[in-house]
């Protein structure tokens, strides 16, 4: 029987103050689909891509998160790394003092990948690199320190690219590029995508999709999914905006 | 559970905790009298100016109180500490006449390998006494002296006297007194004017014997337009009782002359570490302090940098990380006697499981001073909310005509940035090490390749938790 990558189940989660903000979600991504999830400011989206990261800023108050078949809901952050799920932050750490190069080397064999040769890593790094319209020199500067919103974005996906996972998780990816960034990071993303592997882009904006195979589209509202459908409602939404979707007792 | 996937190296603890049997050739008995100190003298062979110093010195220790200030040293007993431990070794210039032990050790510890690799020179103290001690001839050819301080007080003699003590007088402070009392060992630098050492120099101290001091002495002459790279190296097996370091580190460097002198400290748990080092930096000279803390219970450490001549400059760079038990109050003292001198202090410290740093810094510009230019940066990392730090900045500034900067951060370790690791496969452990690791990296980057690795061994070890 074919099984779902990821299978979220009636899925709860609250802040460490008791709040809840997800509150019940049912999602299911096969492999090579590309999900997206818009909503309004607040309503959850960011919430989510962090809880099947397994960030510990949230607890699962219910439901449960499976992936590859495997409930992983009380798996941790770096297990879950290890299976295959790679979320890209909305908002990058700085790591003093550790070089993009050095530091996408340890990922890539904490992360599960085949140690490579120094050199064919170096090669990989600088197609990357070059894909991604970053300057050879990033590769040894510290990681995202200092760089512009743009560069965190692309060292991201740049990071993406260096540990291929199952699941990619792309958080509010395309905030604060400008266009041809958005074009630079599209044409990534584009790289990575393949039959076998899913995205779940998180998307404030639609700039990024316009590129984009699109399967399904999500809109959250409230913690819980108001609507899915297809590409169309991506368009729908540009239009006319998050009103129509809102839950009665919210409007 | 699978650990150390990242470049944090692993090793034990167990390569420094390896202890040879204790059978020294001869020691005095535990505790500090007259008796003793004449002893140790006599065992010397040491002119009678040393003696006379030894003697003062003594006198003065007798009548100071312990500091005061910086933690508390309640712990020791003079009374139970033994200062003089001569090892069953003759020094030599060849390794393989050490006695199998002693010569394990050091090989254990990697020198001879470093010296045929990396290093223009290497000496070696056991215990109270340097076991071995060369260079290379080019070195020798160019005039570089670099002995054990007993052959430099009986081959250059006069050298030795104008400068010995003379930065770190026995009044100074109570274990300088100490020091002046009973210190043997240690290593004597001496580089001509316009001499270049291009690879560094190092001295290792290893302290085997339980309850023993050692009070190696390091004298460094830098001649105008010199340079060189001193790099000193301690360990120590751990014991359950008390040990004590008082070494004292005298650095002249002379116009236009830059010496650099680093440290890494990695005494055992046991350890008190009450060393004295002070650098004169004449006109256009400069010292580069690089400084790593890991080891000892307590640590009293504070490098200081007198800019004598105008133009001198001096640069701190230091590292402690402190675990359970630990107490390192570290920092760096600077004292700009002339004008367009410049300093820099950059210091890091890292505590977990209760482990205590303290960064002292100290910037006095004296009015003559005139255009000098200071800037400290103190930065503190504490892994967990048991761990404590604390910068105490200290300046005492007497002219206008400066430019003083000041910035401390402390902090704890970010949770988002464990996450953010985190979600790329590394472990909590790994996520913390590559943290802590990028944190000290201002300060690796400024060793040489192998003690950048072993820099980072120890914080590693550090954060395993090996280190009891």
Known sequence: ?251 | MERQKTQVEEIGRELYDIRDENRPDYQVAPGLTEEIVREISAGQNEPEWMLKLRLKSFKIFKKLDMPAWGPSLHELDMDQIVTYVRPKADMTDDWRKLPDDIRNTFDRLGIPKAEQESLSGVGAQYDSEVVYHNMKEQMREQGVIYADMQTALREHGDLVKAHFMKLLPPSDHKFMALHGAVWTGGSFVYVPAGVNVELPLQSYFRLNAPGAGQFEHTLIICEKGSKLHFIEGCSAPQYNVLNLHAGGVELYIREGATLRYSTIENWSKNMLNLNSKRALVEKDGAIEWISGTFGSHITMLYPSSILKGEGARSEYIGVSFAGKNQFLDTGCKVIHAAPNTSSTMSSKSISKAGGNTTTRTSVTVQPQAKNSKSSVLCEALMLDNLSRSDTIPGMDIRTDEVDIGHEAKIGRISEGSIYYLMSRGLSEEEAKAMIVRGFVEPVTKELPLEYAVEMNRLVGLELEGAIG
């Open chain 1, 1 to 251: 029987m074919k099984r779902p990558l990821l299978c979220v189940r009636g899925l709860h989660a609250a802040l460490e103050s008791g709040e809840e903000v997800l509150r019940g979600i049912d999602l299911e991504i096969e492999p090579g689909e590309v999900h997206v999830i818009m909503g309004p400011n607040g309503s959850g989206k960011s919430t989510l891509a962090n809880t099947i990261m397994g960030s510990p800023a949230y607890e699962v108050t219910q439901g449960e998160i499976a992936f590859e078949g495997e409930d992983i809901t009380a798996v941790s952050v770096d297990a879950r790394a290890k299976k295959g799920i790679f979320m890209a932050f909305q908002t990058p750490e700085e790591i003093d003092g550790i070089t993009v190069f050095d530091f996408l080397r340890t990922a890539q064999v904490a992360a599960g990948g085949k140690p490579v040769s120094f050199f064919a890593f170096h090669n990989q790094i600088q197609s990357s690199l070059d894909a991604l319209q970053l300057d050879g020199a990033c590769a040894q500067r510290y990681l995202n320190v200092g760089f512009s919103g743009g560069e965190k974005k692309k060292s991201e996906i740049l990071q993406l690219l260096t540990l291929n996972p199952k699941l990619a998780i792309l958080d509010e990816t395309d905030s604060g590029l400008d266009v041809d960034a958005v074009q630079v990071v599209t044409e990534g993303i584009l790289r990575y995508k393949n039959k076998k592997n899913a995205l779940l882009i998180i998307s404030h904006s639609t700039r990024l999709l316009d590129k984009l195979p699109v399967d399904k589209v999500h809109i959250l509202c409230h913690g819980r999914f108001v609507h899915t459908g297809n590409r169309g409602l991506i368009d729908e939404v540009n239009t006319n905006g998050f009103a129509r979707f809102a839950p009665a007792e919210a409007r």
